[in-house]
């Protein structure tokens, strides 16, 4: 999906969040996919499994600039986890957004934003052992004041740039980004400090009223997976952009291909308004293997679909649809708004 985002215009892509404890045990694998090109895998590493071991993290020479998102409550694991792969990324950034359970629990992700000491060690930690810029993403905390004090610790610990999601941690999913807050803290930090927007992002005229706030930049996250188009001036269809997603799954022969896959197009037709998404939801659901996705939008393959069935890729389709129509990817943290139709319904 980042590839196609930056086909679409997006000049710097993150991953979603990974765990730096998983990510510590992980094994560095370059995967020659031929004609000339390779793709870095980062395999999780756990014993006792008789099963593929699974890809936390997949990049190749098209996915860069990148940013590597990390989920972590500890200085040392953060670290641990960044060096194990900063030559294969561009920059790496501290997640202090998430208010899931899994997140919150371990004490990482919107949870840090009650523990300034542990997010200052961290920062400092990572800034001092890299060679890479270290970033961060945040909430809008309860105040101008202490969003504000929280980003200014950021810049004395050495962040290179603050993403900020207009939302408060409490805020409710579909509730509409703080766009006057974000703007009056953007206001409040030097001009020369490199502050990111983010939040409730789904067309370019989203994008416009980010940027009057005065942030130098946007993020967007489930916006993309509704329509990549809005990141560039061009239009593209649902079909347009499902079509080249596999295409380039294909071309890259992309780790984990077939769950990804699906799971990304799933993803995709979930935030279609009307009901193309819901009708091409339920034939997504059915495919069992890449090339019956494939089949559904006309992308071929040149060296055949028997390359990508590795890794026990053939599954079942009825044992994997639950998971994949009820799950919440990591680009909550990123934009919680539901899509605009969503929210008018709530609303009512």
């Not at 792969?85 to 501290?94: E, G, L, N, S, T």
């Not at 040149?302 to 390359?307: I, S």
């Not at 994949?324 to 943290?333: A, G, I, Q, V, Y």
């Amino acid at each position: 999906m980042r590839l196609l985002a930056r086909e679409r215009g997006a000049g710097l892509a993150f991953t979603d969040e990974i765990i730096d404890l998983k990510l510590s045990h992980t094994t560095r694998r370059v995967v020659d996919i031929g004609g000339g090109l390779s793709r870095v895998d980062y395999v999780f590493d756990k014993e006792g499994n008789d099963e593929a071991p699974p890809v936390l993290f997949s990049t190749c020479v098209a996915d860069r600039p990148i940013v590597l998102q990390l989920g972590t409550s500890s200085a040392q694991t953060a670290l641990a986890a960044a060096l194990k792969v900063q030559d294969d990324v561009d920059a790496v950034d501290i997640n202090l957004g998430c208010c899931k359970h899994f997140s919150v629990q371990g004490g990482m992700g919107s949870e840090l934003l009650r523990k300034p000491s542990v997010v200052q060690e961290i920062v400092r930690t990572l800034v001092a052992n890299l060679h890479k810029p270290v970033t961060c993403k945040m909430r809008l905390l309860d105040t101008i004041t202490t969003t504000v004090e929280f980003v200014q610790m950021l810049i004395d610990a050495g962040a290179a740039a603050v993403t900020i999601h207009a939302r408060r941690v409490e805020d409710k999913p579909n509730s509409d980004p703080r766009l006057g807050e974000l703007a009056q803290v953007r206001k409040l930090i030097k001009t020369d400090f490199p502050i990111v927007g983010n939040g409730g992002v789904w067309s370019r005229d989203d994008i416009s009223r980010v940027q009057a706030t005065g942030v130098n930049s946007v993020m967007i996250a489930r916006g993309v997976l509704r329509n990549a188009s809005l990141l560039g001036k061009q239009d593209f269809s649902f079909n347009d952009n499902c079509k080249r997603f596999l295409e380039l799954c294909v071309q890259w022969r992309a780790a984990d291909t077939l769950k990804n896959a699906k799971y990304t197009l799933l993803q995709m037709c979930r935030y279609q308004p009307g009901k193309q998404g819901a009708s091409t939801t339920q034939t997504v659901v059915k495919c069992k293997s890449l090339q019956d996705l494939c089949t559904l939008w006309g992308v071929t393959s040149p060296e055949g679909f028997e390359p990508l069935l590795k890794r026990g890729e053939q599954l079942d389709a009825v044992s994997i649809a639950p998971q994949l129509t009820t799950t919440h990817d990591h680009s909550e943290e990123y934009d919680a708004a539901q899509p605009p139709q969503k929210r008018q319904k709530t609303a009512q």
